[in-house]
């Protein structure tokens, strides 16, 4: 444990300056800050602040799919945009991180990790002119970043993309994160007061903004840690409570053994050993003792980390960089100095105390009454050991309500492949990609243990995406709700229960009438008193770029059960099913999902 948040919480990230590095907030209305930002408001922080070095954004980590003669693969890759390498200046193994000025030039480059420089491009440090196809185009290697110095965490592609100023509904499509490196005279309040002035001055002129209420500043270190610090806060706890039980047990030993050797311990003193020199001793005993133990169980540590940290990987930021060190096996062994002079030195110094006369006749009926020490130690391993039970029991009875929790979707039997359509005749020809996708249904469709198909380009716990909406009768430009774009049939295969009307059909394309499917959370924040069934909507964040500007407006032809699209601890939300076939420039990239019968899987 003493590893883990010694790697994650404790040691700083691995880049220059780290205390400089910033994560950019948004901050809504109410005053509560999220990390999402729009590349509108970013770029007037940008041009308009006092306090930052320099500034960048970054997309949502997503797969990019890497085109080779010998076939496909894809790898974690992000977008990045403005002053990203100069912002964390992490180390090159070769070629060189493009600037912001380069970036800005629009030119289809890349930057890759060493796994991936190592795996794929063969180590090869001559990185002229090389090239790898990525999502179907080409892109031009330009450099190698260093194993440890990647973000976000995980990460192999950096594809710089070009900034724009953008203004009106466009400040609310909050689709990246924003980081900083302050400058060396500037502090974090600081920074905040003068982002935020400039958030005033963005919702003064252009009111559409409704993420413009304030910046928050926060270390990027917090925020790449997030809610997984008071995790490990909380377990260190319980390794530490633990820690001191076993200081009590062990302390408890040694006033029994003390009372065994009182004879011993009289006789060392009469003969002229002092006090000191006994307690020196009796320490020294316990502290040999300690230091095997510590021996012994930084040992099983040891071997014990790499299972740990690969059930963990996906949870706890960082765990990459966790291993044994100097620095561990020294914090092992000094653990196990304290907890033995904290369960040592009590008893040898009573020990020593009662010296001569007084410890033989302690061994006497009377020895009862002098056993206050134990019995304080006995009564306080007791409470602290309830409480340690006691916590354990609510966690688990606390896990075992979470799991309990309906998902609203049956993930058991079913099979999910995903696929990208990176060729440039998918991005130019839609008709070729509604066929494509007609052709993985219906040979889907007739594998034998098949019994149903249904597409989607983001199914349950894969991500998702999200779209302000907008009502005929509502004025709420906060209004939002999940967007995705999903096939007949897909419902039916997760077995997620159609409440009301009717499912998407293959009839529902581009040139029908618009509709979508909601969920039944959406029908209870928009339409809790009325039949959601005939109401319309639209999602213009998601698809006015894809109809110039002009969004449709979507009748409300079914409600289907709420989801837990992020696991179980989740909330369902409003969520929207739009028909693949009348928006098939999303579907480039989507996912199959085959039922099996059941146990077949």
């Known amino acids: 444990m003493y590893s883990l948040v010694d790697r994650v919480l404790l040691r700083p990230m691995p880049f220059p300056e780290p205390n400089q590095l910033v994560a950019l907030h948004s901050v809504q209305e109410d005053g509560a800050a999220f990390p999402w930002v729009s590349m509108g408001n970013w770029y007037d922080w940008r041009e308009n602040n006092r306090t930052l070095e320099s500034t960048a954004l970054h997309s949502f980590v997503r797969d990019a799919t890497i085109s080779s003669g010998d076939g496909a693969f894809t790898v974690p890759g992000v977008t990045v945009l403005g002053a990203f390498f100069e912002t964390l200046r992490p180390p090159v193994l070769a070629g060189v991180t ?30 002229d002119g090389r090239t790898i196809v990525i999502d179907g185009r080409a892109r031009e290697v330009v450099g190698v970043l260093r194993s440890g110095y990647e973000h976000p965490e995980g990460v192999e592609l950096w594809m710089p993309q070009v900034y724009r100023p953008q203004t009106g509904g466009a400040r609310n499509n909050i689709n990246f994160l924003a980081i900083g490196r302050l400058s060396p005279e500037a502090s974090r309040d600081q920074a905040v007061a003068d982002l935020s002035t400039i958030a005033a001055g963005i919702r003064a002129r252009d009111p559409e903004g409704i993420y413009s209420w304030g910046v928050d500043v926060r270390p990027l270190q917090e925020t790449v840690v997030g809610e997984a610090g008071e995790y490990l806060v909380m377990l260190m706890g319980a390794v530490l409570v633990v820690l001191i039980v076993a200081c009590a047990n062990l302390a408890a030993l040694g006033f029994a053994r003390g009372a065994q050797r009182a004879g011993e311990v009289a006789t060392r003193l009469s003969i002229g050993a002092s006090r000191r020199r006994i307690v020196r001793q009796l320490l020294t005993e316990d502290l040999l003792l300690a230091c095997l133990g510590g021996i012994l169980g930084i040992g099983l540590a040891w071997l014990g980390t790499g299972a740990l940290m690969g059930q963990i990987r996906d ?16 914090a092992g062994l000094l653990i196990s100095l304290m907890a033995g002079t904290a369960a040592g030195l009590p008893p040898a110094m009573r020990a020593a105390k009662r010296g001569g006369t007084r410890l033989l006749t302690a061994m006497r009926p009377r020895r009862q009454s002098r056993a206050l020490p134990g019995a304080l ?27 309990s929790r309906d998902l609203g979707f049956d993930p058991t039997s079913v099979l999910t492949v995903d696929v990208a359509l990176v060729s440039p005749e998918y991005s130019e020809d839609i008709d070729r990609v509604l066929a494509y996708w007609e052709s993985v249904r219906q040979e889907l469709a007739a594998a034998p243990r098949a019994q149903r198909v249904g597409l989607s380009n983001w199914i349950p716990t894969g991500g998702g995406g999200a779209s302000f909406i907008e009502l005929p009768d509502r004025d709420d430009r906060a209004a939002g709700a999940g967007w995705r774009i999903v096939s007949e049939d897909y419902f039916e295969t997760l077995r997620i229960p159609l409440l009301q009307g009717r499912d998407v059909s293959a009839d529902d394309r581009l040139g029908s009438e618009p509709v979508v499917v909601i969920n039944q959370a959406m029908a209870d924040e928009f339409w809790p008193s009325a039949d959601p069934i005939g109401q319309r909507v639209r999602a213009p964040s998601m698809e006015s770029y894809w109809f110039d500007g002009d969004t449709p407006w979507r009748t409300v032809v079914g409600v289907v059960g709420n989801i837990r699209h992020a696991g179980f601890e989740s909330e369902p939300r409003s969520e929207m099913y739009v028909p693949y076939r009348q928006m098939p420039w999303m579907a480039v990239a989507m996912a199959a999902v085959t039922r099996l019968p059941d146990g077949q899987a």
Do not use: C, H, K, Y
Request: no cysteine.
């Open 98 to 127: 493009p600037s912001e000025t380069v970036s800005q030039e629009g030119g289809d480059i890349v930057v890759v990790s060493e796994s991936f420089w190592r795996r794929v491009l063969g180590a090869e440090t001559d990185l």
């Open 315 to 330: 949870v706890i930021p960082r765990v990459e960089s966790v291993g044994f060190d100097g620095r561990i096996l020294v």
């Open 377 to 403: 130690l006995v009564g306080g391993e007791v409470a602290l050991t309830v409480l340690l039970l006691t916590g354990s029991g609510l966690l688990l009875m606390s896990l075992r309500a979470v799991m």
